[in-house]
Each structure stands twice: as C-alpha cells, then as structure tokens.
C-alpha cells in the first residue's frame, strides 16, 4: 500500500507529547455572564472571544455545552459509610478526647465542649507537668458516659 503525501491534504493537529492549554476559568466565565448583553456587537465580539479561547484550548462549543450540562446536573455521589472512630480507651485520655469530639458532642454543654477542647489543644491547666491528673481522667470518662447516654436515648426513640 502506498500512502502520498500531499500538502494540500488537511492537517490534523499534532497533540502528541503535547499539553493543551489550560483555560482560564474565569475570563471564560465572564465571558459567558456577557452573552445576556441586548448590544449585538459586545455578543458577536463575546462569541468570537469565547471561541478563540475554546480554540486554544482545542475545545469547540460541543465541549462547552457538554460541561455545562454536567455541571447543572445532580451529582451522583457514591453512599459513603459513615466511619466512626473505635470504641474509647477509657484509661487512655486521648482516645476518650477524640471519640467525645467525633461524636454527638455537640450534645453536650458549653461547658463540656469547651473542655474537651483545651484538652485536645493541650492547656497546660489541664495537665500536672505533662502528667495527666486523676480528676481530668474522671471528667473525660464522665463525657463519655453523657455521649454514651444521649445516644442510646436517641436510639430508643428511633
């Protein structure tokens, strides 16, 4: 099989080893709130500015409508698990912290919230000398205990 070669064939463009450029999403996008304009001139001068963009980017209006028809449509999202954290240490202060702070805490008081806050930032009031004190033992097991409750209420009603 013989191939000619012939100029005045057209020309595909080449992308290979080729990065098309990237559009800018924001000139576009003015661009595209401009077409509401009632002046026949700014929408043929939009449309045309529009197009070269598209152009360059190796994209036609096809493409466009095609991304606007994506991005009005309803995402479809995957049903994720909903993962909570394991079961509290209860001899272990930061994992009563963190399982108080993924969980219902936002059932619990001002008080308890802001609490297990400082503890989870690291106030040092909280904390005899990088030691953790018997008392800030008992009121994390005590949250957790509230947490503990309050869900199991909500259970019962569900």
Not at 45 to 64: E, K, M, W
Not at 75 to 90: F, G, H, I, N, Y
């Amino acid at each position: 099989m013989i191939i000619e070669h012939n100029d005045s064939a057209r020309k595909l463009p080449r992308r290979v080893g080729k990065k098309a450029p990237e559009i800018d999403v924001v000139k576009l996008t003015k661009l595209v709130r401009l077409l509401s304009t009632d002046q026949d001139g700014e929408l043929l001068a939009t449309v045309a500015a529009i197009n070269r963009i598209l152009t360059v980017a190796g994209l036609d209006f096809g493409d466009l409508a095609d991304a606007v028809e994506s991005g009005l449509m309803p995402r479809r999202t995957k049903a994720v698990a909903k993962r909570s954290p394991p079961e509290p240490d209860l001899d272990y202060w930061e994992s009563m912290a963190w399982w108080c702070h993924y969980q219902r805490h936002h059932l619990l008081s001002e008080n308890d919230r802001g609490y297990l806050q400082e503890v989870l930032l690291g106030d040092p009031r909280h904390f005899d000398c990088g030691r953790v004190p018997r008392d800030m033992m008992d009121r994390l097991r005590g949250i957790v205990a509230k947490i503990r409750d309050a869900r199991s209420s909500a259970e019962d009603w569900s």
